[in-house]
């Protein structure tokens, strides 16, 4: 069973800088990693898929990288409108898995 | 455009057993690319991925759930429904249904909806 940890818990940033969030697997799920973004009250949506494909839709200013264990989710010019919870989920593997969420809250 | 739609009583009483729907719409739920599947949410908390149901009947459950879920796929309503069983305070949370493709993530979501146990 995979283990996804996600930090920091919560992220201070001012509007216009750059964000970057990481997730840790126990183990590797290749490139098998997707990131959502949850607005209160809404349901997830998905951001980025394969670790570093942006889903339909989504800004540039969103991008992913890593593979194996090791994964960055970063914004790069934060807007009032990406002030979110974003969680990173493992797909490689039965059980899938969520990290525990990053906070991005403005400063 | 795909839509996923819960429904099912939005209070349970303890011990007793959750039961929601999925009502699939605008695309069919005998694809052969895709899984559909059901994630929680307790009140202020983090996703829990609950379990997946292919469109054949496979299912794949959470360990930490798999004696009390269970989850099943109505291919003529394009329907998918979960059920968990002996419910505690615990349970309460928003509860999503959502579409998994094993190359991409869960891509498509319900709005979810609020379940809560209490007597």
């Known amino acids: 069973e995979i283990v996804m940890t996600q930090s920091p818990a919560t992220l201070s940033v001012s509007p216009g800088e750059r964000a970057t969030l990481s997730c840790r697997a126990s183990q590797s799920v290749s490139s098998n990693l997707a990131w959502y973004q949850q607005k209160p009250g809404q349901a997830p949506r998905l951001l980025i898929y394969?670790?570093?494909t942006r889903a339909t839709g989504i800004p540039a200013r969103f991008s992913g990288s890593g593979s194996g264990t090791e994964f960055t989710l970063t914004i790069s010019s934060l807007q009032s409108e990406d002030f979110a919870v974003y969680y990173c989920q493992q797909y490689n593997n039965w059980p899938l898995a969520f990290g525990q969420g990053t906070k991005v809250e403005i400063k | 455009q795909l839509q996923l739609q819960e429904s099912g009583p939005g209070l349970v009483k303890p011990s007793e057993t959750l039961s929601l729907t999925c009502t699939v719409s605008?695309?069919?739920?005998?694809?052969?690319?895709?899984?559909w599947g059901w994630i929680r949410q307790p009140p202020g908390k983090g996703l829990e991925w609950i379990g997946s149901?292919?469109?054949?009947?496979?299912?794949y459950y959470n360990p930490s759930l798999k004696s009390r879920v269970t989850i099943s796929v109505d291919t003529s309503k394009n329907q998918f429904s979960l059920k968990l069983s002996s419910v505690t305070a615990a349970d309460t949370a928003v509860y999503y249904c959502?579409?998994?493709?094993?190359?991409?993530?869960?891509?498509?979501w319900g709005q979810g909806t609020l379940v809560t146990v209490s007597s």
């Open positions: 959502a579409r998994l493709i094993m190359w991409l993530g869960l891509d498509y």
């Open positions: 149901i292919y469109y054949s009947g496979s299912t």
């Open positions: 605008g695309g069919s739920i005998s694809s052969s690319s895709y899984y």
């Open positions: 394969g670790a570093s």
